[in-house]
């Protein structure tokens, strides 16, 4: 069965620090993967998707980047974390199949930067 | 481009009272369409998911959602509601130009009077 794991589920970081999200993927190849970011009364918004390895598409500017260096290993990342970077971070793959086209998700990620 | 808008940020109604969430998109072709509903420090739970046939779709929890191509809409529905609905509730769309983008609106709160 298909499965995604997101780590880790809370993390606090002090302004200026990196910061490293990882997301990966069972039970699939090849998926199309996303990052999300869920700010307070702000709704899901969509950061990169990556449709392959070392595919990466930005959706906004911002103070992140991502990486996937395996099928399926998405990772979020940021040299210097800034106030605004706090949020919830949720990892996303969807299958396309037709009438079983789905969305997974992780768990997702509450990141507070101090 | 493509997106998805949900107008109503909050709404608020009493148990047992009927529920319409609305949500239009704006796409060229006809997208795959989903309900999802997020409740307070949980993930994401699918609702129900529309891809083509019955313009009505019924999804878990005793919701529904009608597709209406004339007015890219796909409002969520529910005739009774219950205090436990109380939750966030995001539509959302699949693209499947472009390797395919999962695209959220910006959610609607809804809260449950007794």
């Known amino acids: 069965s298909q499965t995604i794991h997101q780590w880790p589920a809370t993390l606090v970081q002090p302004v200026g620090s990196p910061l490293s999200l990882e997301c990966t993927v069972e039970?699939?190849?090849?998926?199309?993967l996303y990052w999300y970011r869920q700010a307070a009364g702000r709704g899901l918004q969509l950061l990169f998707y990556?449709?392959?390895?070392?595919?990466i598409s930005s959706e906004v500017p911002q103070n992140l980047s991502a990486s996937r260096p395996q099928d399926r290993q998405f990772i979020l990342s940021s040299k210097k974390l800034l106030l605004s970077d706090s949020g919830f971070y949720l990892c996303a793959w969807w299958f396309y199949g037709g009438s079983n086209t789905e969305a997974f998700f992780g768990q997702g990620t509450r990141l507070t930067v101090v | 481009a493509q997106s998805v808008t949900q107008p109503d940020i909050h709404i608020t109604v009493s148990e047992g009272a009927s529920l319409e969430l609305r949500c239009n998109y704006s796409?060229?072709?006809?997208?795959?369409l989903f309900w999802y509903v997020q409740s307070p420090g949980q993930g994401l739970q699918l609702l129900l998911k529309?891809?083509?046939?019955?313009?009505l779709v019924q999804g878990i929890k005793g919701f529904e959602a009608e597709f209406k191509r004339s007015q890219s809409s796909f409002n969520l529905r529910k005739p009774s509601v219950h205090w436990s609905d109380a939750a966030e509730y995001f539509c959302a769309v699949v693209t499947y130009n472009q390797g395919g983008k999962l695209i959220f609106g910006q959610g609607t709160e809804l809260s449950v009077k007794p």
């Open positions: 039970g699939t190849s090849n998926p199309n």
């Open positions: 529309y891809f083509s046939g019955d313009t």
């Open positions: 796409y060229g072709a006809t997208p795959y």
């Open positions: 990556s449709v392959g390895i070392g595919q």
